[in-house]
C-alpha cells in the first residue's frame, strides 16, 4: 500500500520528535523516555513507529494506562 506525501511527512515529523525525546540528555542518563501520540498524529503511524522501535535489541516497550509508552533501553557492555 502507498502512503500519500503527507502521511510520509507526518511519519517522519513523529519519528523525529521521538527521536529528539530519546536522545535527551534525561532520558540518555536514565536509559528510559516517555512517548505520548499527539492528537494531530495517526494512529497507524504511532503504532508503525512503536514496532519498529520495538524491533530494537535490548529495548523493551512499556504501555501505560494514561496513553503514553515508555521506553527502556540497555547499552550492551563492549566485550
Known amino acids: 500500500?502507498?502512503?500519500?506525501?503527507?502521511?510520509?511527512?507526518?511519519?517522519?515529523?513523529?519519528?523525529?520528535?521521538?527521536?529528539?525525546?530519546?536522545?535527551?540528555?534525561?532520558?540518555?542518563?536514565?536509559?528510559?523516555?516517555?512517548?505520548?501520540?499527539?492528537p494531530d498524529e495517526p494512529m497507524d503511524d504511532w503504532e508503525r513507529l512503536l514496532e519498529e522501535i520495538d524491533?530494537?535489541?535490548n529495548v523493551t516497550l512499556a504501555y501505560r494506562d494514561d496513553g503514553g509508552v515508555q521506553i527502556f533501553w540497555?547499552?550492551?557492555?563492549?566485550?
Open 74 to 79: 540497555v547499552v550492551p557492555k563492549e566485550d
Open 1 to 38: 500500500m502507498a502512503t500519500s506525501p503527507a502521511a510520509s511527512d507526518a511519519y517522519e515529523r513523529m519519528g523525529m520528535r521521538v527521536q529528539k525525546i530519546i536522545n535527551s540528555p534525561t532520558a540518555q542518563k536514565a536509559k528510559a523516555a516517555l512517548i505520548f501520540r499527539l
Open 55 to 57: 524491533e530494537n535489541d
